[in-house]
Protein backbone atom coordinates (compact mmCIF):
# COMPACT_ATOMS: atom_id res chain seq x y z
CA UNK A 1 0.00 0.00 0.00
CA UNK A 2 1.25 3.62 -0.41
CA UNK A 3 1.63 6.34 2.67
CA UNK A 4 0.72 10.14 1.98
CA UNK A 5 1.79 13.08 3.42
CA UNK A 6 -0.03 16.71 2.94
CA UNK A 7 1.75 20.11 2.70
CA UNK A 8 0.32 23.27 3.00
CA UNK A 9 1.23 26.33 0.20
CA UNK A 10 0.25 29.49 -0.97
CA UNK A 11 -1.23 30.35 -4.45
CA UNK A 12 1.12 29.39 -7.24
CA UNK A 13 1.06 31.05 -10.37
CA UNK A 14 0.00 29.22 -13.49
CA UNK A 15 3.12 29.92 -15.43
CA UNK A 16 4.94 27.78 -12.26
CA UNK A 17 2.07 24.76 -12.75
CA UNK A 18 2.58 24.55 -16.36
CA UNK A 19 6.22 24.26 -15.93
CA UNK A 20 6.26 21.69 -13.40
CA UNK A 21 4.08 19.54 -15.48
CA UNK A 22 6.02 19.41 -18.47
CA UNK A 23 9.43 19.53 -16.76
CA UNK A 24 8.10 16.32 -14.36
CA UNK A 25 5.89 14.73 -16.68
CA UNK A 26 2.66 15.56 -15.29
CA UNK A 27 -1.18 15.91 -15.79
CA UNK A 28 -2.82 19.51 -15.05
CA UNK A 29 -6.54 19.94 -14.88
CA UNK A 30 -7.65 23.61 -14.63
CA UNK A 31 -10.42 26.05 -15.36
CA UNK A 32 -9.83 29.90 -15.67
CA UNK A 33 -11.85 32.82 -16.43
CA UNK A 34 -14.86 31.04 -15.60
CA UNK A 35 -15.47 31.87 -11.54
CA UNK A 36 -14.27 28.41 -10.53
CA UNK A 37 -10.93 28.88 -10.83
CA UNK A 38 -9.11 25.93 -9.91
CA UNK A 39 -6.03 23.99 -10.64
CA UNK A 40 -5.42 19.90 -9.93
CA UNK A 41 -1.65 18.74 -11.22
CA UNK A 42 0.17 15.36 -10.43
CA UNK A 43 3.49 15.17 -11.63
CA UNK A 44 5.85 11.54 -11.46
CA UNK A 45 4.12 9.14 -12.52
CA UNK A 46 4.84 6.38 -10.38
CA UNK A 47 1.98 3.42 -11.50
CA UNK A 48 1.37 3.74 -15.16
CA UNK A 49 -1.81 2.05 -16.69
CA UNK A 50 -1.96 1.67 -21.05
CA UNK A 51 -4.23 -0.11 -23.14
CA UNK A 52 -1.88 -2.95 -22.37
CA UNK A 53 0.49 -3.33 -19.82
CA UNK A 54 0.29 -2.01 -16.33
CA UNK A 55 3.47 -0.43 -15.07
CA UNK A 56 4.87 -0.22 -11.18
CA UNK A 57 8.02 1.32 -10.62
CA UNK A 58 10.44 -1.27 -12.52
CA UNK A 59 7.58 -4.21 -12.94
CA UNK A 60 4.92 -4.37 -15.92
CA UNK A 61 2.51 -6.44 -16.44
CA UNK A 62 0.57 -7.35 -19.71
CA UNK A 63 -3.57 -6.72 -19.44
CA UNK A 64 -6.08 -7.63 -21.34
CA UNK A 65 -8.71 -5.28 -19.99
CA UNK A 66 -7.78 -1.32 -18.97
CA UNK A 67 -11.27 -0.47 -18.03
CA UNK A 68 -11.43 -3.26 -15.11
CA UNK A 69 -7.73 -2.74 -14.16
CA UNK A 70 -9.07 0.79 -13.87
CA UNK A 71 -11.79 -0.18 -11.14
CA UNK A 72 -9.31 -2.52 -9.61
CA UNK A 73 -7.05 0.08 -8.71
CA UNK A 74 -9.57 2.38 -7.30
CA UNK A 75 -10.46 0.13 -5.22
CA UNK A 76 -6.99 -1.06 -3.97
CA UNK A 77 -6.17 2.19 -3.14
CA UNK A 78 -9.32 3.28 -1.80
CA UNK A 79 -7.43 4.30 1.57
CA UNK A 80 -5.94 7.25 -0.33
CA UNK A 81 -6.96 10.64 0.42
CA UNK A 82 -9.35 11.91 -2.50
CA UNK A 83 -7.10 14.32 -3.70
CA UNK A 84 -5.29 11.68 -5.22
CA UNK A 85 -6.46 10.34 -7.95
CA UNK A 86 -5.67 8.68 -11.44
CA UNK A 87 -5.66 10.93 -13.84
CA UNK A 88 -5.21 10.47 -17.88
CA UNK A 89 -7.65 9.49 -20.80
CA UNK A 90 -9.39 7.63 -23.33
CA UNK A 91 -8.97 8.52 -27.00
CA UNK A 92 -11.50 8.85 -29.09
CA UNK A 93 -10.42 5.83 -31.46
CA UNK A 94 -9.86 3.29 -28.26
CA UNK A 95 -13.80 2.64 -28.65
CA UNK A 96 -12.70 -0.17 -31.13
CA UNK A 97 -11.90 -2.04 -28.15
CA UNK A 98 -15.28 -1.66 -26.92
CA UNK A 99 -17.00 -3.41 -28.88
CA UNK A 100 -16.71 -6.61 -31.74
CA UNK A 101 -13.97 -6.88 -33.72
CA UNK A 102 -14.23 -5.83 -37.02
CA UNK A 103 -17.26 -3.56 -36.42
CA UNK A 104 -15.22 -0.12 -37.27
CA UNK A 105 -12.36 0.25 -40.12
CA UNK A 106 -9.26 -0.48 -39.28
CA UNK A 107 -7.40 2.94 -37.68
CA UNK A 108 -3.76 3.78 -37.75
CA UNK A 109 -1.84 4.29 -34.75
CA UNK A 110 -1.23 7.90 -33.44
CA UNK A 111 1.42 9.96 -31.84
CA UNK A 112 -0.12 9.38 -28.52
CA UNK A 113 -1.38 5.98 -27.35
CA UNK A 114 -5.25 5.24 -26.81
CA UNK A 115 -5.41 5.14 -23.41
CA UNK A 116 -3.34 6.41 -20.62
CA UNK A 117 -3.86 6.84 -16.74
CA UNK A 118 -1.17 7.21 -14.09
CA UNK A 119 -0.75 7.39 -9.95
CA UNK A 120 1.45 9.97 -9.32
CA UNK A 121 3.94 11.03 -6.45
CA UNK A 122 2.93 14.75 -5.60
CA UNK A 123 -0.31 16.14 -6.73
CA UNK A 124 -0.76 20.34 -6.75
CA UNK A 125 -4.16 21.24 -5.28
CA UNK A 126 -4.88 25.02 -5.95
CA UNK A 127 -8.04 27.09 -5.54
CA UNK A 128 -7.86 30.83 -6.75
CA UNK A 129 -10.53 31.99 -5.02
CA UNK A 130 -9.04 31.21 -2.01
CA UNK A 131 -5.34 32.15 -2.37
CA UNK A 132 -3.86 28.42 -1.17
CA UNK A 133 -3.25 25.48 -2.44
CA UNK A 134 -1.64 21.96 -0.81
CA UNK A 135 1.22 19.17 -2.08
CA UNK A 136 -0.37 15.36 -1.64
CA UNK A 137 2.64 13.29 -1.50
CA UNK A 138 2.65 9.84 -2.06
CA UNK A 139 5.16 6.68 -1.52
CA UNK A 140 5.14 3.03 -2.60
CA UNK A 141 7.09 0.56 -1.54
CA UNK A 142 7.82 -0.67 -4.69
CA UNK A 143 9.22 2.33 -6.03
CA UNK A 144 13.08 3.02 -5.39
CA UNK A 145 14.39 5.68 -7.84
CA UNK A 146 11.90 8.56 -7.02
CA UNK A 147 12.55 11.81 -6.62
CA UNK A 148 13.03 11.93 -2.24
CA UNK A 149 9.60 13.02 -1.02
CA UNK A 150 11.55 15.48 1.37
CA UNK A 151 12.96 17.82 -1.26
CA UNK A 152 10.27 17.54 -3.54
CA UNK A 153 7.47 19.60 -1.85
CA UNK A 154 10.02 21.98 -1.07
CA UNK A 155 11.49 22.01 -4.78
CA UNK A 156 8.21 22.76 -5.84
CA UNK A 157 7.10 25.41 -3.40
CA UNK A 158 10.14 27.17 -4.15
CA UNK A 159 9.09 26.99 -8.16
CA UNK A 160 5.40 28.10 -7.32
CA UNK A 161 5.95 30.92 -4.66
CA UNK A 162 9.09 32.14 -6.63
CA UNK A 163 8.50 32.32 -10.18
CA UNK A 164 9.98 34.93 -11.18
CA UNK A 165 8.44 37.68 -13.66
CA UNK A 166 5.12 37.64 -15.01
CA UNK A 167 5.78 38.37 -18.97
CA UNK A 168 3.55 37.85 -21.93
CA UNK A 169 5.14 35.37 -24.18
CA UNK A 170 6.63 36.32 -27.41
CA UNK A 171 4.29 35.89 -30.21
CA UNK A 172 6.56 33.35 -31.94
CA UNK A 173 4.41 32.12 -35.63
CA UNK A 174 3.73 29.09 -36.39
CA UNK A 175 3.23 27.78 -39.77
CA UNK A 176 0.75 26.19 -41.84
CA UNK A 177 1.11 22.61 -42.99
CA UNK A 178 -2.40 21.65 -44.23
CA UNK A 179 -5.81 20.26 -43.29
CA UNK A 180 -6.95 16.81 -44.01
CA UNK A 181 -10.54 17.98 -45.64
CA UNK A 182 -10.32 21.04 -47.44
CA UNK A 183 -13.41 23.26 -48.05
CA UNK A 184 -14.19 21.34 -51.32
CA UNK A 185 -13.77 18.19 -49.10
CA UNK A 186 -15.48 18.86 -46.27
CA UNK A 187 -18.47 20.33 -47.67
CA UNK A 188 -18.51 16.62 -49.87
CA UNK A 189 -18.48 15.08 -46.25
CA UNK A 190 -20.97 17.03 -45.41
CA UNK A 191 -22.78 16.30 -48.63
CA UNK A 192 -22.22 12.48 -48.40
CA UNK A 193 -23.46 12.41 -44.33
CA UNK A 194 -26.95 14.25 -45.30
CA UNK A 195 -27.29 11.11 -47.76
CA UNK A 196 -26.94 8.56 -45.03
CA UNK A 197 -29.39 10.52 -43.37
CA UNK A 198 -32.20 10.57 -45.76
CA UNK A 199 -31.18 6.80 -46.08
CA UNK A 200 -32.28 6.32 -42.81
CA UNK A 201 -28.62 5.23 -41.69
CA UNK A 202 -28.45 7.89 -39.16
CA UNK A 203 -30.04 11.07 -38.14
CA UNK A 204 -26.91 13.02 -37.63
CA UNK A 205 -23.04 12.72 -37.36
CA UNK A 206 -20.25 14.86 -36.00
CA UNK A 207 -17.74 15.34 -39.02
CA UNK A 208 -14.47 17.04 -38.28
CA UNK A 209 -11.25 17.75 -40.33
CA UNK A 210 -7.67 17.76 -38.76
CA UNK A 211 -5.38 21.39 -39.14
CA UNK A 212 -1.70 21.05 -38.62
CA UNK A 213 1.39 22.96 -38.46
CA UNK A 214 4.79 23.36 -37.64
CA UNK A 215 5.40 25.98 -34.52
CA UNK A 216 8.33 27.90 -32.81
CA UNK A 217 6.26 28.55 -29.82
CA UNK A 218 7.22 26.34 -27.05
CA UNK A 219 4.33 23.94 -25.87
CA UNK A 220 4.37 25.82 -22.32
CA UNK A 221 4.04 29.73 -24.29
CA UNK A 222 1.10 28.21 -25.77
CA UNK A 223 -0.28 26.94 -23.02
CA UNK A 224 -0.37 30.10 -21.18
CA UNK A 225 -1.63 32.17 -24.52
CA UNK A 226 -4.42 29.74 -24.83
CA UNK A 227 -4.74 29.99 -20.63
CA UNK A 228 -5.08 33.95 -20.95
CA UNK A 229 -7.43 34.62 -23.61
CA UNK A 230 -10.23 31.87 -23.32
CA UNK A 231 -12.74 30.94 -20.82
CA UNK A 232 -11.82 27.45 -20.04
CA UNK A 233 -14.41 24.73 -17.87
CA UNK A 234 -12.47 21.59 -18.67
CA UNK A 235 -8.94 22.54 -19.62
CA UNK A 236 -6.04 20.20 -19.95
CA UNK A 237 -1.76 20.73 -19.35
CA UNK A 238 -0.29 17.36 -20.02
CA UNK A 239 3.34 16.30 -20.43
CA UNK A 240 2.85 12.42 -21.88
CA UNK A 241 4.53 9.74 -24.05
CA UNK A 242 4.15 11.39 -27.34
CA UNK A 243 4.10 14.98 -26.61
CA UNK A 244 2.02 17.57 -25.02
CA UNK A 245 -1.84 17.99 -25.10
CA UNK A 246 -3.53 21.61 -24.58
CA UNK A 247 -7.61 21.80 -24.22
CA UNK A 248 -9.51 24.69 -23.58
CA UNK A 249 -12.68 22.51 -23.46
CA UNK A 250 -15.73 23.69 -22.47
CA UNK A 251 -18.08 20.89 -22.45
CA UNK A 252 -18.35 17.87 -19.83
CA UNK A 253 -18.84 14.18 -20.63
CA UNK A 254 -19.74 13.26 -16.90
CA UNK A 255 -19.44 13.58 -13.59
CA UNK A 256 -19.90 11.58 -10.90
CA UNK A 257 -20.40 11.98 -7.23
CA UNK A 258 -22.42 10.38 -3.99
CA UNK A 259 -24.11 8.16 -5.93
CA UNK A 260 -25.11 10.28 -8.91
CA UNK A 261 -24.09 11.03 -12.15
CA UNK A 262 -24.38 14.25 -14.94
CA UNK A 263 -23.73 14.55 -18.47
CA UNK A 264 -24.14 18.02 -20.20
CA UNK A 265 -23.25 17.57 -24.51
CA UNK A 266 -23.22 20.52 -26.45
CA UNK A 267 -24.68 20.81 -29.81
CA UNK A 268 -25.76 23.75 -31.49
CA UNK A 269 -23.16 26.43 -32.34
CA UNK A 270 -23.31 30.25 -33.56
CA UNK A 271 -20.67 33.22 -33.95
CA UNK A 272 -20.65 35.73 -31.35
CA UNK A 273 -21.56 38.96 -32.89
CA UNK A 274 -19.12 41.81 -33.95
CA UNK A 275 -21.36 44.29 -32.04
CA UNK A 276 -23.86 44.37 -29.14
CA UNK A 277 -27.12 44.38 -31.59
CA UNK A 278 -25.44 41.36 -33.69
CA UNK A 279 -24.62 39.69 -30.66
CA UNK A 280 -28.02 39.55 -28.95
CA UNK A 281 -29.25 38.52 -32.56
CA UNK A 282 -27.13 35.93 -32.90
CA UNK A 283 -27.59 34.40 -29.37
CA UNK A 284 -31.46 35.02 -30.26
CA UNK A 285 -31.15 32.98 -33.82
CA UNK A 286 -29.60 30.03 -31.83
CA UNK A 287 -31.79 30.09 -29.10
CA UNK A 288 -34.74 29.63 -31.80
CA UNK A 289 -32.83 27.15 -34.26
CA UNK A 290 -35.12 24.66 -35.54
CA UNK A 291 -31.80 22.67 -36.44
CA UNK A 292 -29.56 23.09 -33.63
CA UNK A 293 -32.77 22.39 -30.94
CA UNK A 294 -33.42 19.08 -32.84
CA UNK A 295 -29.84 18.52 -32.93
CA UNK A 296 -29.32 18.78 -29.14
CA UNK A 297 -32.62 16.88 -28.64
CA UNK A 298 -31.57 13.92 -30.50
CA UNK A 299 -27.79 13.59 -28.60
CA UNK A 300 -29.75 14.41 -25.37
CA UNK A 301 -31.80 11.32 -25.72
CA UNK A 302 -28.88 9.11 -27.18
CA UNK A 303 -27.22 10.25 -23.34
CA UNK A 304 -30.34 9.53 -21.57
CA UNK A 305 -30.45 5.81 -23.30
CA UNK A 306 -26.67 5.38 -22.50
CA UNK A 307 -26.67 6.66 -19.14
CA UNK A 308 -29.63 4.48 -18.30
CA UNK A 309 -27.45 1.60 -18.86
CA UNK A 310 -25.50 2.44 -15.91
CA UNK A 311 -28.25 4.32 -13.37
CA UNK A 312 -31.57 3.19 -11.74
CA UNK A 313 -34.73 2.25 -13.23
CA UNK A 314 -36.30 5.84 -13.59
CA UNK A 315 -33.69 8.45 -12.27
CA UNK A 316 -32.32 9.04 -15.42
CA UNK A 317 -34.19 13.03 -16.76
CA UNK A 318 -33.52 16.34 -18.27
CA UNK A 319 -33.91 19.28 -15.61
CA UNK A 320 -34.21 21.99 -18.27
CA UNK A 321 -33.62 21.94 -22.50
CA UNK A 322 -32.46 24.01 -23.65
CA UNK A 323 -29.48 25.65 -21.76
CA UNK A 324 -27.35 28.59 -23.49
CA UNK A 325 -23.43 28.67 -22.85
CA UNK A 326 -21.66 31.65 -23.86
CA UNK A 327 -17.98 31.71 -24.69
CA UNK A 328 -15.53 34.22 -25.95
CA UNK A 329 -16.14 33.70 -29.95
CA UNK A 330 -19.16 31.72 -29.72
CA UNK A 331 -22.36 30.41 -28.27
CA UNK A 332 -23.91 26.75 -27.34
CA UNK A 333 -26.91 25.20 -26.79
CA UNK A 334 -26.58 22.01 -24.08
CA UNK A 335 -28.12 20.59 -21.60
CA UNK A 336 -27.87 18.56 -18.53
CA UNK A 337 -28.10 14.50 -18.39
CA UNK A 338 -29.07 13.22 -14.93
CA UNK A 339 -29.14 10.13 -13.08
CA UNK A 340 -28.93 8.02 -9.95
CA UNK A 341 -25.75 5.39 -10.60
CA UNK A 342 -26.73 1.47 -10.19
CA UNK A 343 -24.92 0.05 -6.83
CA UNK A 344 -21.59 -1.26 -7.36
CA UNK A 345 -20.88 0.17 -10.80
CA UNK A 346 -17.46 1.29 -11.03
CA UNK A 347 -16.10 4.19 -13.20
CA UNK A 348 -14.36 2.07 -15.32
CA UNK A 349 -17.62 0.13 -16.14
CA UNK A 350 -19.32 3.55 -16.99
CA UNK A 351 -16.59 4.04 -19.43
CA UNK A 352 -17.31 1.38 -21.37
CA UNK A 353 -21.45 1.40 -21.23
CA UNK A 354 -20.83 5.16 -22.56
CA UNK A 355 -17.59 6.14 -24.20
CA UNK A 356 -17.67 7.49 -26.64
CA UNK A 357 -19.40 10.80 -25.72
CA UNK A 358 -22.60 11.05 -28.06
CA UNK A 359 -22.29 14.95 -28.64
CA UNK A 360 -18.88 13.92 -31.09
CA UNK A 361 -20.37 10.84 -32.73
CA UNK A 362 -23.90 11.13 -33.38
CA UNK A 363 -26.88 9.12 -33.60
CA UNK A 364 -27.72 6.20 -33.52
CA UNK A 365 -23.72 5.83 -32.03
CA UNK A 366 -22.18 2.82 -33.76
CA UNK A 367 -23.49 3.95 -37.15
CA UNK A 368 -22.72 7.16 -37.42
CA UNK A 369 -18.91 6.02 -36.00
CA UNK A 370 -18.49 3.97 -38.90
CA UNK A 371 -19.56 6.69 -41.13
CA UNK A 372 -17.04 9.26 -39.61
CA UNK A 373 -13.96 6.09 -39.96
CA UNK A 374 -15.29 6.27 -43.99
CA UNK A 375 -15.58 10.12 -44.36
CA UNK A 376 -12.65 11.14 -41.95
CA UNK A 377 -9.14 10.71 -43.73
CA UNK A 378 -7.52 11.20 -40.54
CA UNK A 379 -7.97 9.22 -37.15
CA UNK A 380 -9.03 11.77 -34.74
CA UNK A 381 -6.79 10.22 -32.28
CA UNK A 382 -7.18 12.33 -28.33
CA UNK A 383 -9.20 14.52 -30.06
CA UNK A 384 -12.97 14.00 -29.01
CA UNK A 385 -12.06 11.49 -26.43
CA UNK A 386 -11.98 12.00 -22.86
CA UNK A 387 -9.06 13.74 -20.37
CA UNK A 388 -9.98 13.23 -16.51
CA UNK A 389 -9.99 12.05 -12.25
CA UNK A 390 -10.69 9.13 -10.94
CA UNK A 391 -11.12 9.91 -7.27
CA UNK A 392 -10.28 6.28 -4.91
CA UNK A 393 -13.36 7.38 -3.42
CA UNK A 394 -15.36 6.47 -6.14
CA UNK A 395 -16.11 10.44 -7.82
CA UNK A 396 -15.12 11.08 -10.92
CA UNK A 397 -14.85 13.48 -13.89
CA UNK A 398 -14.20 13.73 -17.47
CA UNK A 399 -14.67 16.35 -19.99
CA UNK A 400 -14.89 15.86 -23.69
CA UNK A 401 -11.31 16.91 -26.14
CA UNK A 402 -12.81 19.46 -28.11
CA UNK A 403 -11.00 23.13 -28.24
CA UNK A 404 -7.67 20.97 -28.16
CA UNK A 405 -4.38 20.90 -29.74
CA UNK A 406 -1.01 18.39 -29.33
CA UNK A 407 2.04 18.75 -30.04
CA UNK A 408 4.98 16.34 -30.69
CA UNK A 409 7.97 18.55 -31.11
CA UNK A 410 7.45 21.58 -33.39
CA UNK A 411 4.54 19.46 -35.19
CA UNK A 412 1.07 21.57 -33.98
CA UNK A 413 -2.28 19.39 -35.02
CA UNK A 414 -5.77 20.30 -33.87
CA UNK A 415 -9.46 19.74 -35.31
CA UNK A 416 -12.97 21.57 -35.83
CA UNK A 417 -16.02 20.07 -36.92
CA UNK A 418 -19.80 20.02 -35.80
CA UNK A 419 -23.17 18.25 -36.03
CA UNK A 420 -24.38 16.97 -39.67
CA UNK A 421 -28.15 16.71 -39.31
CA UNK A 422 -30.76 16.49 -42.80
CA UNK A 423 -31.23 20.48 -42.18
CA UNK A 424 -27.33 21.38 -42.77
CA UNK A 425 -26.25 23.09 -45.08
CA UNK A 426 -22.19 22.33 -46.12
CA UNK A 427 -21.10 26.08 -46.87
CA UNK A 428 -22.40 27.10 -43.06
CA UNK A 429 -20.96 23.97 -41.64
CA UNK A 430 -17.99 24.69 -43.43
CA UNK A 431 -17.79 28.27 -42.04
CA UNK A 432 -18.55 26.96 -38.55
CA UNK A 433 -15.44 24.81 -38.96
CA UNK A 434 -13.54 28.50 -38.75
CA UNK A 435 -15.46 29.98 -36.16
CA UNK A 436 -14.33 27.03 -33.46
CA UNK A 437 -10.99 27.29 -35.05
CA UNK A 438 -10.17 31.02 -34.49
CA UNK A 439 -9.25 31.18 -31.07
CA UNK A 440 -6.55 28.16 -31.50
CA UNK A 441 -4.76 29.62 -34.68
CA UNK A 442 -5.02 33.55 -33.01
CA UNK A 443 -2.90 31.67 -29.71
CA UNK A 444 -0.64 29.78 -32.00
CA UNK A 445 -0.02 32.70 -34.18
CA UNK A 446 -0.54 30.99 -37.46
CA UNK A 447 0.35 32.93 -40.80
CA UNK A 448 -2.18 33.53 -42.87
CA UNK A 449 -4.23 30.31 -43.77
CA UNK A 450 -6.53 29.80 -47.10
CA UNK A 451 -9.81 28.77 -44.49
CA UNK A 452 -9.86 32.50 -43.58
CA UNK A 453 -10.58 33.30 -46.76
CA UNK A 454 -13.54 31.77 -47.01
CA UNK A 455 -15.56 33.71 -44.58
CA UNK A 456 -14.00 36.91 -44.89
CA UNK A 457 -15.03 36.91 -49.08
CA UNK A 458 -11.23 37.59 -49.68
CA UNK A 459 -10.01 36.14 -52.51
Keep these: MAEYRETLIGRPSIEALFHITDTYRGISLFSSNCGDDREYTGINPL ?65 FGDFYFAIFEHYILTDRSREKGKIISLTFPFVHDSLPLEKIPELLKYKIEHPGPEEAPAKELTHYKGTSLDKTDFENAVKKTIEYIRQGDIYQANITRTISGESEQSALETAMELYRSNRITYGVFASIPGGHVISTSPELFFRTGDGKISASPIKGTIARGRTPEEDVRNRDDLLQSEKNRAELAMIVDLLRNDLSKVCRPGTVDVPEFPLLMTLDNVFHLYADVIGEILPETGIGEILKKTFPGGSITGCPKIRACQIIDELEPVPRGIYTGSFGRIGFKGDAVFNIMIRSLFRSESRIMFNVGGGITLLSDPGEEYEETIHKGTHIWKAVNMEEIEEERYCTGES
Excluded at 62 to 68: G, L, N, Q, R, V
Design 47 to 111: IILTEGELRQGRSCKAISDPMKELDRLVEYYSDLPDEAALLGYISYDFKDRLEEPGLYGKRSQGI
